[in-house]
């Protein structure tokens, strides 16, 4: 595709932007103090060095109890030389910036939090005190107070909140503002509060620099909020003299996925369209657009005026470079996990990201240096953590080949993605697969290794990538030898075997999770034969909505554990338990399997035995150990290479050590 309105400039105010890409606010819990430091200038210099034309940074705390421990700051003057820094930098790479004025409310957590009203709020769990009239005033001379503290560190402009829950939200929505003063009540009460924040910070700072305004697209929560409200709000704003509106999709507490793999990339900017058909202002739409390819077709289909592309810029600050230059093969795309950045977040840790290792190490990478020592390496196991020591590796000149037993790369990668919102895994092979093209690093496919060839290289560095292999729990019949149908996951997902119409997964991991939603989707209209069947009317649409929706097997989850999936970030396990509620699929937890024989399986749940019959096919999903054999036998036999273990093959857990352990080893070759 030819990115032609990705690339057009576009202007807001009378400030030129160079391209459509924004940056968009993100916690990243780089700050303990509040103040801008290196790693965070160092960390956004690559992005506008990557060529984005706006960069949001925040959100900053307006009051010390709308913000948080590891939020920016912004209500003080003793930030503003930082603040100033910043923009400095931005502004010396060509990118625009705004910094985002944050009010959590009821949000925050802090003991002296505040809200429009004392109601329990559904993400903290607390109840914050009622603002009072007064005190609503002091809350937006704070906020205008900081937009001028914004203005004068150089910023281009500054963002108000009012998306994801916080305090705007929590003045507009008739959840959490039961007030019956004129801040309460109506739509218009509602209103009040935000459209006087808008009038009070452009007279402060209108004049001089851009203010915008961050939405949520819709509440996506019960009795708030819906698309319909959300383009009232945007046209009041609007009409108030905003600069631009950022549209978002819901609250943090909503039980509609926003961000995980599971969402479609591009998925909301119906949002972003449903409010720029209200508007005359220029509008972003937001969340999961990872692909410049998605961004550019919004942008054609006139859905947005410009897009932002959070996570996709952490996992690539040189996206948009590498798009304009048409170098697609070599964008490191976000997939969506949320293994390094929002499961961070929620656990007070900083940013990382799954794909990319110098996230948060700006600065003190670089992997344009080559070794002064250039070293002849083989990597056993082509998965993602193999594949990335075997990039960084070439790319410091190192002579480098990959060996791996199987005749496509990616190990357990290359069927992860099989299961329904997991497509984006295979972003991660291809990218992979161009690396290896371009950076010429030879590969064996379908060659076993042994220390024997091991030893015919003669190599100075081996980096074992080998994963895992699966361990059968003792249980009788597990074997098949009762005449059971069982399978390994690894067969079922790979298109081995076919499977029958009663299911049983054993495990309740997220594979074991992951599994069961694909088994219980299997014999479903795809969208292509729905859309038809429909065109058509060849079915009532009811009828077609329910065999879309959901296939012809029946699904059972066993597992020894009290609860599902308790190794899963908190940004995506909620979504899979809820997923497998509106499969239909059960679920049987706390138990000891006893016994597989022929259709039936044998458990006992709090010390009653129970049956499962009538079962076609038995899915284990059950635990894994290192595949390091190879290793201890070549560490044996040959005490003078280097050798590294990395990923699953050192200790099984997520992508993202493997592919950050990849990186190290390679990193790291010349001091081992």
């Given at each position: 595709?030819?990115?032609i309105?990705?690339?057009?400039?576009?202007e807001?105010?009378?400030?030129?932007?160079?391209?459509?890409?924004?940056?968009?606010a993100?916690?990243?819990?780089?700050?303990?103090?509040?103040?801008?430091?290196?790693?965070?200038v160092?960390?956004?210099?690559?992005?506008?060095?990557?060529?984005t034309?706006?960069?949001?940074?925040?959100?900053?705390?307006?009051?010390?109890?709308?913000?948080?421990?590891?939020?920016?700051?912004?209500?003080?003057?003793?930030?503003?030389?930082?603040?100033?820094?910043?923009?400095?930098?931005?502004h010396?790479?060509?990118?625009?910036?705004?910094?985002?004025?944050?009010?959590?409310?009821?949000?925050?957590?802090?003991?002296?939090?505040?809200?429009?009203?004392?109601?329990?709020?559904?993400?903290?769990?607390?109840?914050?005190?009622?603002?009072?009239?007064?005190?609503?005033?002091?809350?937006?001379?704070?906020?205008?107070?900081?937009?001028?503290?914004?203005?004068?560190?150089?910023?281009?402009?500054?963002?108000?909140?009012?998306?994801?829950?916080?305090?705007?939200?929590?003045?507009?929505?008739?959840?959490?503002?039961?007030?019956?003063?004129?801040?309460?009540?109506?739509?218009?009460?509602?209103?009040?509060?935000?459209?006087?924040?808008?009038?009070?910070?452009?007279?402060r700072?209108?004049?001089?620099?851009?203010?915008?305004?961050?939405?949520?697209?819709?509440?996506?929560?019960?009795?708030?909020?819906?698309?319909?409200?959300?383009?009232?709000?945007?046209?009041?704003?609007a009409?108030?003299?905003?600069?631009?509106?950022?549209?978002?999709?819901?609250?943090?507490?909503?039980?509609?996925?926003?961000?995980?793999?599971?969402?479609?990339?591009?998925?909301?900017?119906?949002?972003?369209?449903?409010?720029?058909?209200?508007v005359?202002?220029?509008?972003?739409?937001?969340?999961?657009?990872?692909?410049?390819?998605v961004a550019?077709?919004?942008?054609?289909?006139?859905?947005?005026?410009?897009?932002?592309?959070?996570?996709?810029?952490?996992?690539?600050?040189?996206?948009?470079?590498?798009?304009?230059?048409?170098?697609?093969?070599?964008?490191?795309?976000?997939?969506?996990?949320?293994q390094g950045?929002?499961?961070?977040?929620?656990?007070?840790?900083?940013?990382?990201?799954?794909?990319?290792?110098?996230?948060?190490?700006?600065?003190?990478?670089?992997?344009n240096?080559?070794?002064?020592?250039?070293?002849?390496?083989?990597?056993?196991?082509?998965?993602?953590?193999?594949?990335?020591?075997?990039?960084?590796?070439?790319?410091?000149?190192?002579?480098?080949?990959?060996?791996?037993?199987?005749h496509?790369?990616?190990?357990?990668?290359?069927?992860?993605?099989?299961?329904?919102?997991?497509?984006?895994?295979?972003?991660?092979?291809?990218?992979?697969?161009?690396?290896?093209?371009?950076?010429?690093?030879?590969?064996?496919?379908?060659?076993?290794?042994?220390?024997?060839?091991?030893?015919?290289?003669?190599?100075?560095?081996?980096?074992?990538?080998?994963?895992?292999?699966?361990?059968?729990?003792?249980?009788?019949?597990?074997?098949?030898?009762?005449?059971?149908?069982?399978?390994?996951?690894?067969?079922?997902?790979?298109?081995?075997?076919?499977?029958?119409?009663?299911?049983?997964?054993?495990?309740?991991?997220?594979?074991?999770?992951?599994?069961?939603?694909?088994?219980?989707?299997?014999?479903?209209?795809?969208?292509?034969?729905?859309?038809?069947?429909?065109?058509?009317?060849?079915?009532?649409?009811?009828?077609?909505?329910?065999?879309?929706?959901?296939?012809?097997?029946?699904?059972?989850?066993?597992?020894?554990l009290?609860?599902?999936?308790?190794?899963?970030?908190?940004?995506?396990?909620?979504?899979?338990?809820?997923?497998?509620?509106?499969?239909?699929?059960?679920?049987?937890?706390?138990?000891?399997?006893?016994?597989?024989?022929?259709?039936?399986?044998?458990?006992?749940?709090?010390g009653?035995?129970?049956?499962?019959?009538?079962?076609?096919?038995?899915?284990?999903?059950?635990?894994?150990?290192?595949?390091?054999?190879?290793?201890?036998?070549?560490?044996?036999s040959?005490?003078?290479?280097?050798?590294?273990?990395?990923?699953?093959?050192?200790?099984?857990?997520?992508?993202?050590?493997?592919?950050?352990?990849?990186?190290?080893?390679?990193?790291?070759?010349?001091?081992?």
């Amino acid at each position: 595709m030819k990115f032609i309105k990705l690339f057009e400039p576009i202007e807001i105010k009378n400030i030129e932007i160079r391209n459509r890409i924004v940056m968009p606010a993100m916690a990243l819990n780089f700050s303990r103090d509040g103040g801008i430091n290196d790693t965070i200038v160092n960390f956004y210099v690559e992005r506008a060095k990557g060529g984005t034309g706006l960069i949001i940074i925040g959100g900053a705390g307006v009051e010390p109890r709308g913000g948080g421990p590891t939020m920016f700051a912004i209500h003080d003057d003793k930030y503003i030389p930082g603040y100033t820094r910043f923009a400095e930098q931005m502004h010396k790479h060509g990118a625009k910036t705004i910094v985002q004025l944050y009010h959590a409310g009821a949000y925050s957590g802090m003991p002296d939090m505040v809200s429009s009203s004392a109601v329990m709020s559904n993400l903290t769990r607390r109840v914050p005190k009622e603002l009072t009239i007064d005190e609503i005033k002091v809350v937006q001379e704070n906020h205008a107070k900081a937009a001028e503290r914004a203005r004068e560190a150089g910023f281009d402009g500054v963002e108000l909140l009012g998306s994801a829950g916080y305090l705007i939200n929590q003045f507009l929505s008739p959840v959490t503002n039961k007030r019956t003063d004129e801040y309460g009540g109506s739509l218009e009460n509602r209103l009040r509060y935000p459209l006087e924040l808008i009038k009070l910070v452009k007279e402060r700072v209108g004049k001089d620099i851009i203010v915008g305004m961050r939405v949520a697209g819709d509440d996506f929560v019960p009795g708030s909020n819906t698309y319909k409200e959300s383009a009232i709000f945007a046209k009041h704003y609007a009409d108030a003299g905003i600069d631009y509106i950022n549209v978002t999709g819901g609250w943090h507490e909503t039980r509609i996925p926003q961000i995980p793999m599971m969402v479609p990339q591009g998925a909301y900017a119906y949002l972003a369209e449903n409010i720029r058909n209200n508007v005359d202002i220029p509008v972003f739409s937001s969340n999961r657009i990872n692909s410049p390819i998605v961004a550019e077709q919004i942008l054609r289909d006139q859905m947005a005026d410009a897009v932002c592309m959070g996570r996709a810029l952490i996992a690539d600050p040189y996206l948009p470079l590498k798009s304009k230059e048409n170098k697609l093969w070599d964008i490191r795309k976000c997939v969506g996990c949320n293994q390094g950045c929002f499961d961070h977040i929620f656990t007070g840790r900083s940013v990382e990201c799954m794909r990319n290792y110098e996230v948060s190490r700006e600065g003190k990478i670089d992997l344009n240096k080559k070794s002064d020592n250039p070293q002849k390496v083989l990597i056993i196991g082509a998965g993602p953590g193999g594949l990335e020591a075997a990039r960084v590796a070439k790319l410091l000149g190192h002579d480098v080949t990959i060996i791996e037993k199987n005749h496509v790369i990616g190990g357990q990668a290359s069927y992860s993605w099989v299961p329904p919102g997991r497509n984006d895994i295979k972003d991660i092979m291809d990218y992979y697969r161009g690396q290896i093209e371009h950076l010429n690093i030879e590969t064996k496919l379908g060659t076993e290794a042994t220390t024997e060839l091991i030893n015919k290289y003669q190599p100075d560095a081996v980096i074992f990538a080998t994963g895992v292999k699966y361990t059968i729990p003792n249980i009788d019949g597990i074997d098949g030898s009762f005449g059971s149908e069982i399978f390994l996951v690894e067969q079922i997902l790979k298109g081995e075997y076919p499977i029958g119409k009663n299911i049983v997964v054993v495990g309740g991991s997220a594979t074991g999770m992951e599994t069961a939603i694909w088994a219980a989707e299997l014999g479903s209209l795809s969208s292509e034969v729905a859309k038809f069947i429909s065109f058509y009317d060849l079915l009532p649409r009811e009828e077609i909505f329910k065999r879309w929706m959901r296939g012809n097997r029946n699904v059972t989850i066993i597992d020894m554990l009290p609860k599902l999936g308790m190794s899963i970030g908190r940004t995506t396990r909620g979504f899979l338990i809820g997923q497998l509620k509106k499969l239909g699929i059960a679920t049987i937890l706390n138990t000891t399997i006893k016994k597989f024989e022929g259709r039936t399986l044998e458990y006992e749940q709090e010390g009653e035995s129970k049956m499962l019959e009538n079962i076609d096919t038995f899915i284990l999903a059950t635990g894994v150990e290192p595949n390091d054999s190879l290793f201890n036998k070549v560490k044996e036999s040959n005490p003078s290479f280097k050798l590294f273990k990395v990923g699953d093959c050192k200790k099984p857990r997520t992508m993202l050590e493997a592919i950050h352990e990849g990186f190290i080893a390679a990193y790291e070759l010349d001091n081992k």
